[in-house]
């Protein structure tokens, strides 16, 4: 059974995943982020759980969807908005943008936007992990569209053969709220039943599991990342996840309203472009309630984490939106390996 300290801490970073994304759609509605950029919001409880689960000597893998993996391993929000601004402070100085996140510091060393690329590097920096004896094991994250690109297959084919410490997150968002819990792909473009046949026909565990179901997606997660650290093999996960609404469109925007935590004490309704969603699918939403249920969290203790996140992100902001721009000079830096001797 998990603390209290670990309990309000996942509950922290979970709010602390949703208000930066919000904040982020602010700052587009604010016309201060022109760039596209992508949002995780509804995949809160993943990143969480996967990190929770992580150790200090894993490395991880993501992609374009990426804000939530790096703010649950401990990423810094204002250097992340600086970075998503093109200013110095960020990242890589604004040079990466929002699809190209960094934290080597943290063992995230780099972010890909195309689709599938994920699962290739990752292969490749377990079989380093086994080859020079490396405690750790690599975390790769990637959507369902993945499994429709040639690279996944080579990548698991070669993770399979190589029997390499690989744990596989499949977050799949297009999932109907009443089909989280069926394991069937959604996609007319797989042949297979189930999604997770895939990778299974390669010899590789699977697991599913509904990514709004907070308790059962850690411990599934927990279990996984336990297993591949023991065994020193592959595993995939997929996790089934509802579309936010404010997600569906070629540019990311706030639906109805930024998320208002009494809505799951019946403290007001949700708007009804969210009212489904934000009732059914809404992995943060059903934590506070479950955690209200259990007794572990009262209502004043929940808004309190959330006044503190809004009041971090809040000066992370504007922090990031105070930072320069970088000087033209700066665009041929770290572009080469400096040359040794």
């Not at 982020?24 to 689960?53: D, K, N, W, Y």
């Not at 100085?93 to 943290?106: F, I, N, R, S, Y």
């Not at 309704?269 to 934590?287: F, G, I, N, Q």
Request: contains cysteine; proline residues 5%; aromatic residues 6%.
């Amino acid at each position: 059974m998990q603390s209290l300290e670990q309990t309000a801490g996942a509950l922290e970073r979970m709010l602390l995943i949703r208000r930066f994304e919000e904040g982020m759609l602010q700052l587009h509605r604010r016309s201060i982020m022109p760039v596209h950029f992508h949002i995780s919001i509804g995949q809160e409880a993943t990143a969480v759980g996967v990190c929770s689960s992580a150790t200090d000597e894993d490395v991880i893998y993501t992609n374009h969807r990426s804000n939530g993996h790096l703010l649950a391993r401990g990423a810094d929000p204002g250097r992340m908005y600086a970075e998503q601004l093109g200013r110095i402070g960020g990242n890589t100085d604004g040079k990466g943008g929002t699809l190209h996140m960094v934290a080597p510091e943290l063992g995230i060393p780099w972010t890909t936007s195309l689709v599938g690329c994920s699962v290739p590097m990752a292969v490749g920096s377990a079989l380093a992990h086994k080859q020079f004896g490396q405690a750790g094991i690599i975390i790769a994250f990637f959507g369902d569209g993945v499994l429709e690109e040639g690279a996944f297959y080579e990548g698991i084919n070669l993770a399979a053969l190589w029997q390499v410490p690989l744990l596989c997150i499949c977050e799949n968002n297009g999932v109907p709220a009443d089909m989280r819990g069926v394991d069937t792909a959604k996609s007319s473009t797989f042949l297979a039943r189930r999604l997770t046949d895939i990778p299974s026909s390669f010899g590789i565990k699977c697991s599913t599991v509904d990514g709004a179901d907070v308790k059962a997606l850690f411990g599934v997660l927990r279990g996984a990342a336990d297993t591949v650290r023991k065994e020193r093999r592959t595993q995939f996960v997929e996790v089934r996840t509802s579309r936010y609404p404010g997600n569906r469109t070629f540019w990311p925007h706030l639906a109805g309203a930024e998320t208002c935590l009494p809505w799951a004490w019946n403290e007001g309704e949700p708007p009804e472009a969210v009212r489904d969603w934000s009732m059914h699918c809404d992995p943060l939403m059903s934590h506070v309630r479950q955690l209200l249920a259990d007794g572990v969290l009262s209502r004043e203790a929940i808004l309190g984490i959330d006044a503190r996140v809004r009041a971090r992100i809040e000066a992370a902001m504007e922090s990031a939106i105070g930072s320069p721009h970088p000087s033209g000079d700066l665009a041929y830096c770290d572009v080469f390996a400096a040359k040794e001797g």
